[in-house]
């Protein structure tokens, strides 16, 4: 047995409203630089819908992930000797406009257009080439549209009766980000292993300074969160933001989500037996196989993992491995793929009560809610294929706890005697009530002395950093200044109660007091 510890996040799907707040702050932190204009670290999808980029879930198109052979696990995409024919012409790699076309907008023309009948426009150009562009598809572009399921490559594989009677339900929204595999496919595929990773706490990263562009890594992540950008020549992809948790904080897109939904904490996990587990013959046992990788934190084999006294920790108040191992609600998202991911979804609920009430039945009521799982809105059929390789045993299980909450804690608010499990309440309390602290529960980075953290170069900081080649093809536009905050000063703006910097940054703030240039100054009268 060979523990190792690894930062996973839980989505509460019942929670995720689809503001795409998550998306923006990502997008203003992470990828607001020329060449990656259409590069989304997060996005959030609606369901049924192609995704993004559009349909990615469509392996036998893009070929990725793993497939399982008689010699073992194989990459969907080929060996050495398939991508060594293909390195200057990669035909399994999704095109700009199966993402999209970056465009702006000709804001001039409003005030120097010549004088017509007709009232000027802004018309959108492109990013890339500064061309006019006609706009036909963009990250959310099906956003809150769940009516037209043709597209949907999960529908594809279900019966026509499921299809038929999805058209007739609603829609729910998919934040997604990298997954941050326990066995990554887009690692495997980099041919000047550029992808890594990192042994501390899990996360996958790019190395920009071996990375050549060849773009295989693309093609090996099943659920395409490894971008490539046309300016530097390099692939790009969520870094969970690894600064961010090296100081105990959580990532940008959980530290800004509106509906809280977002957990953060560490897992421990027999590393010895990831290939293992990834080998399974049947797909429908790989969500039980992940599972067993996972060590009990309180567990003699964790005491023995050697990991720091604050990350063991940790993992003891982990809120994940409690979502994900003891209450067994969380579900990763196509563990068919065979990556293990440790991105992990809590499927959505709320339509049952809502479906019920309106039949005049009481909604809440924990026999009415058994009774109407099996005859979800939502197919069980679909939400299996998304997260548990068509087996609906799981999901039924996780959506049933979540009833059995809903009802114990009818009945405690009623003055009842609760029925059901008593650790329901803790259950509730983690996802309805949980405060920061609970929600997220990062250690620091390996290596660190508490409260001194070592600034390190990134050459994602800025336009031309260390690592940057010169850009293949045309250049999309003149480089944006980004203002650029130390580590130092975020972690002390962020655990100190005075105002250390006289600049607002909102991605960052934690919301406590009010820091100096929130707020225009108070005007004294005479």
């Known amino acids: 047995?060979?523990?190792?510890?690894?930062?996973?996040?839980?989505?509460?799907?019942?929670?995720?409203?689809?503001c795409h707040t998550c998306s923006v702050t990502c997008k203003q932190t992470w990828t607001n630089r020329p060449g990656v204009?259409?590069?989304?670290f997060n996005n959030v999808e609606t369901r049924p819908g192609q995704g993004y980029p559009r349909r990615y879930e469509d392996q036998e198109r893009w070929r990725g992930g793993w497939k399982l052979t008689r010699h073992g696990l194989k990459p969907r995409a080929g060996g050495r000797l398939r991508k060594l024919a293909t390195i200057f012409a990669n035909p399994l790699m999704p095109s700009i406009q199966d993402y999209y076309e970056p465009w702006t907008y000709d804001y001039e023309n409003l005030t120097n257009a010549p004088l017509t009948d007709d009232v000027p426009v802004a018309p959108p150009r492109s990013l890339i080439s500064g061309e006019p562009v006609k706009i036909g598809w963009s990250a959310n572009w099906d956003d809150n549209l769940g009516g037209d399921p043709s597209p949907d490559p999960v529908l594809q594989k279900l019966s026509e009766q499921v299809t038929l009677s999805f058209e007739q339900a609603y829609m729910f929204y998919l934040p997604r980000i990298c997954e941050h595999c326990l066995n990554p496919s887009c690692v495997a595929s980099c041919p000047s292993g550029a992808l890594y990773k990192r042994a501390e706490d899990g996360i996958v990263l790019v190395d920009q300074d071996r990375c050549r562009g060849w773009r295989m890594?693309?093609?090996?992540?099943?659920?395409k969160k490894v971008y490539f950008n046309h300016k530097t020549g390099k692939a790009e992809k969520c870094t969970f933001c690894y600064p961010r948790v090296e100081v105990g904080l959580p990532t940008v897109c959980s530290e800004t989500c509106v509906g809280r939904l977002r957990y953060l904490g560490v897992l421990l996990y027999d590393a010895d037996r990831v290939t293992e587990a990834a080998s399974v013959t049947d797909e429908r046992d790989l969500y039980e196989a992940q599972l067993d990788l996972f060590i009990d934190p309180h567990s003699a084999d964790a005491e023995a993992a050697g990991l720091p006294s604050d990350w063991l920790e940790a993992a003891r108040r982990s809120p994940v491995y409690d979502l994900i191992k003891k209450y067994r609600i969380a579900l990763p998202l196509h563990p068919e793929y065979r990556t293990l991911p440790m991105v992990w979804y809590v499927p959505p609920l709320s339509p049952v009560v809502d479906?019920?009430?309106?039949?005049?039945?009481?909604?809440?009521?924990?026999?009415?809610?058994?009774?109407?799982?099996?005859?979800?809105?939502?197919?069980?059929?679909?939400?299996?294929?998304?997260?548990?390789?068509?087996?609906?045993?799981?999901?039924?299980?996780?959506?049933?706890?979540?009833?059995?909450?809903?009802?114990y804690m009818r009945a405690v608010n009623l003055g009842e005697q609760p029925p059901g499990d008593p650790d329901l309440e803790a259950m509730y309390r983690l996802l309805a009530i949980a405060k920061y602290e609970d929600r997220y529960v990062i250690p620091t980075a390996y290596g660190n002395v508490p409260g001194v953290v070592e600034e390190g170069g990134c050459s994602l900081d800025y336009d031309g950093g260390p690592g940057m080649q010169q850009p293949f093809g045309e250049a999309s536009g003149r480089p944006v200044p980004v203002s650029i905050e130390t580590f130092h000063g975020l972690k002390e703006r962020q655990t100190?109660?005075?105002?250390?910097?006289?600049r607002v940054n909102l991605l960052n703030w934690d919301g406590r007091g009010t820091p100096a240039g929130l707020f225009p100054p108070k005007r004294r009268h005479p």
């Open 496 to 502: 100190s109660s005075e105002v250390t910097r006289d």
């Open 217 to 223: 890594c693309v093609t090996g992540c099943p659920y």
């Open 37 to 40: 204009e259409y590069v989304w």
């Open 1 to 18: 047995m060979r523990p190792m510890a690894q930062i996973a996040m839980v989505m509460n799907l019942d929670k995720c409203i689809g």
């Open 355 to 407: 479906a019920l009430s309106s039949t005049g039945h009481d909604g809440e009521d924990a026999t009415n809610l058994f009774a109407a799982i099996d005859a979800l809105r939502i197919p069980i059929e679909y939400l299996a294929e998304l997260f548990t390789a068509g087996d609906p045993a799981p999901v039924t299980y996780a959506l049933r706890r979540l009833a059995e909450m809903r009802a």
